[in-house]
């Protein structure tokens, strides 16, 4: 049995995942709010507009919404914004 950290919240796990029990619990949780949301809701506006509404972290509603197809997720390929930097 292998004991680690929860790479959310830092509790020690058993679980196989990154993730403790509680923090997996949440996750599904929180996916199923934002589910329900985007099931209701034709137009839902920006990350923050939806944070705000559901009470899910910013965060969390990006990936979501970068696993369901609702945004592109910026790629090398596909995204030139490193290569302005100024230094």
Known sequence: MEIKKCSNCGAF???????????????????TVLK????????????????SVT????SIVQNY???NNYIDAP????DDYYTNLPY
């Open 36 to 51: 329900g949301y985007f099931d209701e809701t034709a137009d839902f506006g920006s990350i923050e507009t939806v944070s």
């Open 13 to 31: 796990t058993t679980s196989p995942d990154s993730l403790c029990n509680v923090c997996t619990n949440t996750l599904n949780y929180n996916k």
């Open 75 to 78: 790629t090398n390929a596909t």
């Open 65 to 67: 919404m970068i696993e």
């Open 55 to 58: 009470g899910v972290s910013p």
